[in-house]
Structure formats: C-alpha cells, structure tokens
Nanobody, 120 residues
Framework: QVQLVESGGDLVQPGGSLRLSCVTS????????INWYRQAPGKERELVAE????????NYLESVKGRFTISRDNAKMTVYLQMNSLKPEDTAVYYC?????????????WGQGTQVTVSS
C-alpha cells in the first residue's frame, strides 16, 4: 500500500536549520509530484513546497522562498525539505503528500507528520 513517512522534525532555535525527509513506498514514485504541507495549531494546513516528478520544477509558499529548498531522490523514493533561517512562525507539523489515480479517481495520500518547533 501507499506509504509516506516523514522524519527530521525537531526543536531548533530561530535562525537554525533542519532537513526533513519523506520516505515513500507503494507507488511509482518517479511519476508523481510530491508536496510538503504544514499545519500550525489553530490554523489551516497550507502548501509549503511542491516538486515535479522529475525534480525539474519547484514552487514555494511566498513566506519560505529563499529559505526552504525541496528536492527529491527518485532512486531512494525520498523527498527532502531543507529549511534554513528558521523563524518561530515556521513552527508546525509538516506533512508530505502526493496524489495518485486509483479506483477511477484521484486520491490524496499523507504521511503522519513531523513536528518542527522554532523557539529560543
């Protein structure tokens, strides 16, 4: 079955860095775009970054541009989110996501999330 497993979240001071990983299985990874979302307490989940199936195209939430970098390793079926210059407002649970066409419809698949806390 489709699985996405995030890791790498931690408590970090403002200005620090983290790299999140999303290890996947159960689908043709190299054919699917992958997204990173985040959800802070009391807020809606928001799209942080997305990467095309080949890795040749990426898009970012405006507030993270220049600080976050999404990348993928198709051989390892893994997507990464490098986060630099972290701010307290980056505190959230981070999820990876993909959409797969099965049973005649598009389905969203999510990982369990990894907690990122930015605080001094």
């Amino acid at each position: 079955q489709v699985q996405l497993v995030e890791s790498g979240g931690d408590l970090v001071q403002p200005g620090g860095s983290l790299r999140l990983s999303c290890v996947t299985s159960g689908f043709t990874f190299s054919s699917r775009p992958i997204n990173w979302y985040r959800q802070a307490p009391g807020k809606e989940r928001e799209l942080v970054a997305e990467i095309s199936s080949t890795g040749g195209s990426t898009n970012y939430l405006e507030s993270v541009k220049g600080r976050f970098t999404i990348s993928r390793d198709n051989a390892k079926m893994t997507v990464y989110l490098q986060m630099n210059s972290l701010k307290p407002e980056d505190t959230a649970v981070y999820y990876c996501n993909t959409k797969i066409f099965r049973s005649l419809r598009w389905n969203d698949y999510w990982g369990q999330g990894t907690q990122v806390t930015v605080s001094s």
